[in-house]
């Protein structure tokens, strides 16, 4: 699967850009862009950007009822002990 979206050029003018939904998560988490420069995030942080966008799916899929708490459990595998059977899903109250 790919996504389309529009882009500026180094001329300003705008243009379309077409890529994989892989190929664009890579550039969007690990590619900051600032004006009209390109910082590459740092080795050491990727993993941690990588598990909060896990997180960020995880929960929209929570949100969607897709995955109940079963499957967070599985995921976590938390699957025993006080942590397990104490664990529950809260929704937030600002939304």
Known sequence: MDVEYTT????????QEIESVSNFLV????N????????????EDQP?????????????LLEKNVFNLDDLKYIAE???GRKANSL????????
């Open 48 to 60: 941690k950007r990588v598990l909060e966008t896990l997180g960020r799916l995880i929960e929209r």
């Open 8 to 15: 500026v050029g180094c001329n300003g003018e705008e243009k």
């Open 88 to 95: 529950q899903l809260k929704k937030d109250e600002n939304v």
């Open 27 to 30: 550039e969007e988490l690990f």
């Open 78 to 80: 938390c699957n025993w």
């Open 32 to 43: 900051e862009k600032r004006w009209n420069c390109n910082f590459l995030l740092r080795l």
